[in-house]
């Protein structure tokens, strides 16, 4: 049994198989929303041409425009932490074989 305060490297797995499924879960949501801006952006892009918009209308698509890059930003986060996850489960399953594979 592992004393207290040391991570097994069982439960390190697991951790990080829990991160990774949170990981990919966000990361959908944040598909999501980006879609879902874009699909904003182009109906008020669309909703008339630009010589005859309004200081409203050009204030929404500008609020629009960031929400959409705050968005990518937020998937590019994502992926790369899922990046660092995946590439730390690597490294834990490779010591792992490692250990019960002495000799190799």
Not at 56 to 81: F, P, V
Request: aromatic share 0%; hydrophobic share 40%.
């Amino acid at each position: 049994m592992a004393a207290q305060g040391n991570v097994t490297p069982i439960s390190e797995r697991v951790r990080l198989v829990i991160a990774l499924t949170q990981i990919n879960s966000d990361h959908l949501r944040s598909k999501s929303r980006v879609a879902g801006v874009e699909i904003e952006l182009e109906g008020a892009l669309a909703a008339s041409p630009p010589e005859a918009r309004t200081s409203q209308q050009c204030l929404n698509i500008e609020m629009l425009r960031e929400r959409l890059h705050e968005a990518n930003e937020s998937m590019r986060a994502l992926e790369e932490e899922r990046a660092r996850l995946t590439a730390a489960l690597a490294d834990l399953e490779a010591a792992a074989r490692r250990i019960s594979e002495p000799g190799r």
